[in-house]
Structures are given as C-alpha cells and as structure tokens.
C-alpha cells in the first residue's frame, strides 16, 4: 500500500478497500460487493457530532475505526480536552472518525457503554466497543491506544 492510499471499509459487506489517495471525495465501488462507497468521509477533519438518532449511521457503519469523546458542556476537564480531539480529527483524516457525543443530551447511546464518568473516550470499530479510557488524558496516551487501529 502506498503512502497516500487509504483503507475504506465497505459501510455495506464491511470489507477493507484500498483507495488512491487522488480519488478521495468521489464515490467508489467495493471490489467485493460491488456497493457504492462514498469516500467524501476520508475528507472529515475536524470531529464529528454523534446523537442518539444518528449513532448508527454514523458510527456502526463508519468506514473508519470510531474514536468518540462522551462530554457534556459544563464538564471542565471536557472542555479541555476539545482541542485534542480537533487535533487529533486533523492529524488522523482518513485514517480514523473522531467523533463526540453529548451525554446529557443522548442517554441512550451513554446508557448503552455505561457512560457514568466524563470525559469517556471509546474506541469503536463497526459500533463494538475496543477499548475504553476515563478522563482528561494526554494527547500522546489516546494516540499509543489507537496505534493498534490506524
């Protein structure tokens, strides 16, 4: 694989397609399904808001593993971590969806990983959760624990 090529996997059949770095943002097909796989996705660069309504379009079937940052906004350490995970949605385009969910506004998704502490940061691939950390933590820390997914 070169270096501007990506891994993409299919929303449909979910299997990993290779895609040229030059044919990001067009649509492509899955070389085992034959679904169309819109990779405007590998474009995202900053997080991405996640509800209750939304959480199965935009993380179970992501292309990307899912880092999703479970915050509320009158959570301080939360707040402090916002720019980390902007960061972190720059540096990892195409790689991995960063994401954030407001917990007091989602119980749902919250009540399904037993969110009971902010921030909690998951790591999700295909909506099953991987890993799991509490708290504000350094930028290096997330980023040795998503090592294993990028």
């Known amino acids: 694989m070169k ?5 993409f996997r299919c ?8 895609v040229p770095g030059d044919k990001i943002g067009v649509h492509a097909t899955c070389g085992k399904c034959k679904a169309v796989m819109n990779t405007i996705e590998l474009l995202e ?3 991405v808001t996640v509800t209750d309504a939304d959480f199965h379009v935009t993380v179970e ?22 720019p980390v995970f902007d960061e972190l949605a720059r540096e990892w385009k195409g ?8 917990v007091d506004e989602n119980p749902i998704i919250s009540g399904r990983f ?15 959760q991987k890993d799991l950390m509490i708290g504000a933590l350094p930028k290096q820390q997330i980023m040795a624990k998503m090592a294993s997914y990028l």
């Open 3 to 7: 270096k501007n090529d990506y891994l």
């Open 11 to 18: 929303p449909e059949c979910g299997t990993r397609n290779k």
């Open 45 to 47: 660069d900053k997080p």
């Open 61 to 82: 079937k992501s292309p990307l593993p899912v880092l999703l940052d479970c915050w509320a906004p009158w959570c301080g350490p939360c707040k402090m971590m916002g």
């Open 95 to 102: 790689k991995v969806r960063v994401c954030k969910i407001n």
């Open 114 to 128: 037993q969110v009971q502490s902010i921030p909690t940061i998951l790591i999700l691939d295909r909506g099953i």
